[in-house]
């Protein structure tokens, strides 16, 4: 099978249609808050855990070659380099 090429904002943009249209209302609890939702952008697949690393692999392990994006639970932004994260409002 021969893969499409996709730009990083194209996969993004999967990424977030995915998870407004149905995996945050599953993943966004308060329990979760921080952590990270990883999707595969092609089976609509994802996994949830502390840093995003695990759920990559296991992620992968299912579905080898996946285009994975990453969004930190209730955040507007993965990761700070020396800026501030800010809760998103539900």
Do not use: C, W
């Not at 299912?62 to 501030?84: C, D, E, M, Q, T």
């Amino acid at each position: 099978m021969q893969a499409i090429l996709l730009s990083r904002e194209e996969v993004a943009r999967r990424a977030k249609q995915l998870y407004e249209g149905g995996i945050r209302q599953k993943v966004e609890t308060e329990e979760n808050i921080g952590k990270m939702v990883v999707i595969d952008i092609e089976t609509g697949d994802y996994e949830v855990d502390k840093t995003g690393l695990q759920a990559s692999r296991n992620l992968s392990k299912k579905h080898p070659n996946a285009r994975l994006f990453g969004i930190r639970i209730g955040y507007n932004v993965a990761v700070s380099f020396g800026g501030v994260m800010e809760r998103v409002s539900k």
